[in-house]
């Protein structure tokens, strides 16, 4: 347990120690820590993994700034089959201690999938334990019938690959006595057999329901004559198997993923984790991850457990099996939504209570945390997210990045992380400054530990360009981004240094209106939660969140559990250690009666209520429905509005109100709520709060620059400036505005970001200085020199010109499959002009650049903008400029594909394309129609001077 304590104490904020301003109030950076650092998901393919070269892979990441690492073992490569260890055998847990041993020497974190590939499941997983899907049939029977037909089902056979697909029929049970089984790749797989009965059930047409299923033989003959008097409608239910597969499972990981609504399942599967673990040390273990539910990436969905009848009674109050023409659609429609409704609660409550609880439960008792992506489930996904350590998200979406972060929020978790970076673009074709724009999406989401989706192991010795994952960007050592990529790790650093210290600062708690989606009825049973479009498209919920997303209003969502434990102080409402000023409700109709009964105390105590349109109207499910219903309808008929101006309506009640609007603006303002308008200027932004005043992460995401003074919404005596990209800072220009607020003076161009520090005392420290162009920038137009340093596949000979172009346009075909680093140097005279600082532009540049200036490395720069200032007295008569331009791995995997040259050399899915286009004849990717990429450095190089900016 102390293990455990410890690690809970990295995960958490500790105050005493990280505050940027010193105790003298001077301005400094946070200490790095390797849990500020980023982290990088690690594929161990085919755990084809030695001691050596987990030395080598481990060392090159720390030394490019990595803090830590999760195992997650795929399939594996071909001609490596030797070297394969199995999953969880004494040779693969022997090279797991080893990595922990060598984590805790390099200061690196280590976390551990559950599984191989994803979901959970392996070849331990045994028909109980699997994944369930519920099939039926129908029979009608008139009065004094008897069923002529067996009532059986046949489960038809299904195989789907990722892989070369056997025929059904060449698969024998259980799938892991099968060979071969990585070349294969099965995804799912269901063997043709006839199903069990689970029940059967007769309903008349005077609403009458009887079990039949004790009247029915081993041969499926039912033993009943219908009734006199009615017609009879016949439902047999058949527990089948869903048939989902790990997918790019590891060797030793191959089969059926678990039944995720059974305990029993979960157990039996963690107990051959537990054996593994006997007699081993893992304390190194930070934390065990579940790479998302995806069990019904698939054919049918896994929508039934042997228990659910039980649960559904225990927790809905009524017998499912007397309703089952409502649950499959065939009753009146308002039932049947009704009916569905709670089914769809029932499966949610048993994905959190008998998987996401006691899998956290197991991990603690191994004294580690638990990292999730809970995203894709069906199922409220803020209650899974709110019930582990780590929530994790996923995409490009900062909406969809906001429910793992506010599930973090209202619960008090310190730390968000994210799977970043998946598939930016297609293989090859993502620099380190694309990434870094989608990184700052993350920050601006509320995401405070980013995990890099994700490097390979790959033997030192792995021709060029190594062991590689299928879904891109490129996070390896053969990148030529990668003697670079520690300047984009320390940006990451420096500003997980920040958002991993005080707490979240958001003043509205935005209800999820989950009911109204559980009670629409769909083409399946089961809904998958994953973002808030496309799921939530057309709704209060998406419009009313998007719209305050781009109008600068912060907030959190809230789930109606959550809600449930919030408290009150005063009139704010407290939840997880943070508060907020008010909950608003997106125009939903359906409302628990204990959520709303929740609200409408809060406002007696003193709370400001929001709702957005209208009133939900109506509780969702089906069980004392009419009792339920009076009750909110007492609580509306109580609330007496009055127009309050500017379309608002305001109820009081007690020692608070409600509000109510049609529009989000004039709705937020009457709830008190202010805005920070520097979305006007095209600026995004988090807001976090520490004892003595509030950080700010910003970022100019427009194609604008801004140069202004940028009003904050809080109250501030200093502002530290910090540029994480550059390492600079300094106390920032600020004056108050006419709201009361503070204005702080800020420049950023188009991808640039920097996080501001308010103090409510008075802060000493050198003064942020600000610069702008005060004369004719001077081009250098020289002759430059460019020497091929490093990549392949091999050194072009040195090139000289006087006209910068792409470096595949200046020589011969060797430039043009080129993929590595090149240095430019050239020779300049120090403009006659003075200046006490220049901006060095260099223009168009493919990709990223390190920049020398008389042998003193000013920057590495990763753009969009290109630029960085130079002091004068780095300037002599006659100056030596060198610039190392690093380009895409995509012109030499042209030269490889053009060429047939191998490289996608691995099972399972292999090597996919991102898009279609890029597709080959074989299915798998090729960049062979490509023309090369522009590469190098392209536009003009200038030096123009800069003057102090006067900011008044």
Same mark, same amino acid.
């Given at each position: ?176 006595? &099968? ?18 009965? +689970? ?24 033993? !009943? ?12 239910? /058949? ?15 191959? =089969? ?16 051959? %984790? ?14 065990? %991850? ?9 054919? =049918? ?159 030192? +010795? ?16 053969? +990148?030529?981004?990668?003697?670079? /990529? ?53 709704? =209060? ?167 202004? !003074? ?70 250098? +137009? =020289? ?50 002009? &003075? ?33 960085? &200032? ?40 292999? %090597? ?41």
């Amino acid at each position: 347990m102390s293990v455990l304590i410890n690690k809970l104490k990295l995960a958490s904020v500790t105050l005493l120690s990280v505050y940027s301003f010193s105790a003298s109030a001077q301005i400094v950076w946070p200490t790095a820590t390797h849990q500020t650092k980023p982290w990088a998901r690690w594929w161990w393919e085919g755990s084809a993994v030695n001691k050596k070269d987990l030395t080598w892979n481990m060392e090159s990441y720390r030394a490019a700034g990595l803090g830590g690492l999760e195992i997650t073992p795929i399939y594996g490569v071909k001609g490596h089959e030797s070297e394969f260890i199995p999953f969880l055998s004494s040779q693969w847990m022997d090279m797991l201690q080893y990595t922990l041993q060598e984590g805790k020497r390099l200061d690196m974190g280590i976390d551990l999938a559950n599984a191989t590939g994803w979901p959970f499941g392996g070849p331990w997983v045994t028909d109980e334990d699997a994944s369930k899907e519920l099939f039926w049939k129908t029979y009608d029977l008139k009065s004094g019938e008897r069923l002529q037909e067996d009532i059986t089902f046949v489960q038809q056979p299904l195989i789907r690959s990722d892989g070369v697909a056997p025929k059904i029929t060449d698969l024998v049970e259980p799938i892991s006595a &099968n060979k071969n089984l990585q070349l294969m790749a099965l995804d799912q797989v269901r063997f043709e057999k006839r199903l069990p009965l +689970n029940i059967l059930m007769a309903y008349n047409d005077k609403g009458e329901a009887i079990n039949l299923t004790d009247k029915v033989n081993t041969n499926g003959t039912l033993d !009943w004559t219908a009734p006199a008097g009615s017609n009879w409608h016949l439902y047999a239910l /058949f527990m089948g198997w869903h048939g989902k597969m790990v997918e790019r499972a590891a060797p030793g990981g191959e =089969g059926y993923v678990i039944d995720h609504f059974s305990k029993p399942a979960l157990n039996r599967y963690l107990n051959r %984790f537990d054996e593994a673990f006997k007699g081993r040390n893992i304390n190194g273990i930070r934390a065990f %991850f579940n790479d998302s539910y995806e069990v019904d990436d698939a054919r =049918g969905q896994s929508n039934f457990t042997p228990e659910f009848f039980n649960e559904f009674l225990k927790r809905r109050g009524y017998d499912l099996r007397n309703h089952l023409p409502a649950l499959f659609g065939k009753a009146d429609k308002e039932i049947n939504n009704r009916v569905l409704c709670d089914y769809r609660e029932t499966v949610s409550e048993l994905l959190l209570d008998n998987f996401t609880k006691p899998w956290q439960a197991w991990g603690k008792s191994k004294g580690a945390l638990i990292r999730n992506q809970s995203h894709g489930s069906p199922s409220n996904i803020l209650d899974l997210y709110a019930a582990i350590d780590i929530p994790e998200t996923e995409g490009t979406d900062i909406l969809r990045f906001k429910f793992a972060t506010s599930a973090a929020h209202v619960n008090g978790k310190p730390l968000a992380s994210s799977e970043s970076a998946t598939w930016l673009n297609d293989h090859f074709l993502s620099s380190l400054g694309d990434v870094k724009q989608v990184i700052d999406k993350y920050f601006i989401g509320g995401v405070n530990h980013i995990f890099y989706h994700g490097v390979s192991y790959s033997p030192q +010795n792995a021709p060029w360009p190594g062991w590689l994952f299928y879904a891109a960007v490129h996070f390896n050592q053969t +990148n030529p981004f990668w003697p670079q /990529f520690s300047t984009l790790n320390n940006y990451i650093t420096r500003c997980q240094s920040f958002l991993q210290q005080g707490k979240p600062n958001n003043d509205v708690l935005i209800y999820y209106p989950l009911f109204d989606s559980f009670s629409e009825a769909g083409p399946a049973l089961l809904k998958h939660y994953d973002a808030l479009k496309p799921d939530f498209n057309g709704t =209060g919920f998406a419009d009313v969140s998007d719209e305050m997303l781009q109008k600068g209003y912060t907030f959190d969502f809230i789930s109606d559990k959550q809600l449930l434990a919030t408290q009150l102080s005063g009139n704010q409402l407290l939840t997880g250690g943070v508060s907020y000023k008010t909950v608003l409700l997106p125009d939903c109709e359906y409302i628990p009666l204990a959520t709303f009964t929740k609200l409408m105390d809060m406002a007696k105590a003193g709370a400001t209520i929001a709702f957005y349109k209208k009133l939900p109207s109506d509780v969702p499910g089906y069980n004392q429905l009419t009792e339920r219903r009076k009750s909110l309808q007492a609580f509306l008929l109580a609330l007496n509005f009055n127009a309050s101006g500017n379309g608002v309506k305001t109820a009081v009640i007690g020692k608070g109100r409600i509000v109510m609007a049609d529009n989000a603006t004039a709705l937020l303002n009457a709830a008190n709520i202010k805005r920070e308008s520097m979305t006007d200027n095209g600026l995004q932004f988090v807001r976090r709060q520490y004892p003595k005043g509030y950080y700010y992460f910003i970022a100019n995401q427009s194609d604008k620059a801004v140069e202004s !003074w940028v009003p904050l919404a809080v109250k501030a005596t200093s502002i530290a400036l910090f540029d994480p990209m550059q390492k600079q800072y300094g106390l920032a220009k600020a004056r108050t505005h006419a709201g009361g607020g503070t204005e702080v003076y800020l420049q950023l161009q188009p991808g640039e970001s920097c996080i501001l520090q308010t103090s409510n005392s008075t802060v000493t420290g050198n003064q942020f200085v600000y610069y702008k162009p005060t004369g004719n920038s001077t081009e250098l +137009n =020289g002759s430059w020199i460019i020497q091929f340093m490093s990549g392949g596949p091999t050194l072009p000979p040195v090139v000289k010109t006087n006209n910068l172009k792409s470096w595949t346009e200046l020589g011969g075909e060797e430039t043009k499959i080129f993929s590595g680093m090149a240095s430019y140097t050239t020779t300049f005279a120090k403009p006659k002009q &003075n200046a006490a600082m220049w901006q060095l532009d260099l223009g168009k540049v493919h990709e990223s650049a390190d920049v020398y200036l008389n042998g003193v490395k000013l920057a590495t720069l990763l753009g969009p903008k290109y630029a960085v &200032n130079v002091p004068a007295a780095l300037l002599k008569s006659v100056n030596r400029l060198e610039i190392k331009v690093t380009n895409l791995m995509a012109n030499r995997i042209i030269d490889m594909d053009k060429k047939k040259i191998s490289y996608k050399i691995f099972y399972n899915t292999n %090597f996919q394309a991102h898009f279609k286009e890029n597709r080959g004849d074989d299915g798998l990717f090729t960049a062979a129609k490509w023309e090369p990429q522009p590469s190098g450095l392209v536009g003009k190089v200038t030096l123009t001077p800069l003057a102090q900016v006067a900011v008044r």
